[in-house]
């Protein structure tokens, strides 16, 4: 009688990740964990600039069983051919949804509050502090799918709600449509 293997909790065989990543090291480590986590399709950048073509090119193709959209983007901050901060602004300034509304995963060596602020403020899912272990990996990708957070658009803003709690409001409700009711196509952009 051997032990019977747990079933995985997740089946993340159809998940397309993109690794953003400048040392060879760092994503080769990336793509070893997503493919012992499963991940059925691992891309690689080296740089924002060579992403930007990759998303373009990848989320204007029709999702079939041989091509997948993206559905992850993993990105360190600080790279030379094309930073995270321009990648990151691209991505929520642009005008397909496909590509404004990807989930996004900072994870940077240089996590200092500003970095950590900054990457917020600009629309990241998840932050996430180098050296990498698995089990940090897992529980931002986990957050992404568990948590998925609606979409605001502010004057100064666009991209997940940052609240991460559900605070009872005690003041007088001012907005005009609740947010479980607003629908993408009522929110206009006006980069």
Known sequence: MGVEAKPLPYDLSNLTVLIVEDSLYMHSLFSSMLKIFGVGDIMVCEGGHEAMDLITVTQARRKTRYINHIDIVLMDWLMAKGDGKELMKWIRAHEKDEIRFLPVVVVSGYTTDIITATARDMGAHEILVKPVSAKGLAGRICSVIDHPRPFIQAPHYFGPD??????????????????EKIRIEDVKTEW
């Open 162 to 179: 940052r609240r991460r709690q559900a605070l009872p409001y005690k003041g007088q409700e001012r907005r005009v449509t609740q947010s």
